[in-house]
């Protein structure tokens, strides 16, 4: 930022502006042992808008490797979409968690 002088104007002048990319998340899925495989897929169709097959496929692999991406988003969009499966599992009482990373 620069003052404008000589004018008798005063307003700042911004030199360079720099624009950056809006940053991206990963909604990342954890495993436990007690939510149902179903349940898994019913949120993965629900909220992330997944196919049966593909949502079977995400479930099956969190499963196995105990965590996994589900889906990348803004900021916004991937803190909206964790608040929403957090609040469909309480409803029916399961623990299911997912977090949300930088990619
Ligand atoms: N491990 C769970 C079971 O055996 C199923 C499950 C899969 C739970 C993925 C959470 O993110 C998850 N019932």
Redesign the pocket.
């Known amino acids: 930022m620069a003052e404008n002088r000589g004018s008798g104007a005063k307003f700042a002048v911004r030199r360079t502006e720099k624009l950056k990319e809006p940053g991206k998340f990963r909604v990342i899925?954890?495993?436990?042992?007690y939510?149902?495989?179903d349940f898994?897929v019913e949120i993965l169709m629900l909220v992330f808008h997944k196919s049966a097959e593909e949502a079977g496929r995400i479930?099956m692999d969190?499963?196995c490797k105990g965590r996994g991406v589900v889906a990348v988003y803004p900021w916004d969009i991937a803190q909206t979409k964790a608040e929403q499966v957090h609040s469909l599992a309480r409803e029916r009482q399961f623990p299911?968690r997912c977090v949300v990373e930088p990619e």
């Open positions: 899925l954890l495993n436990d042992d939510t149902t495989m898994v479930m969190v499963h299911l």
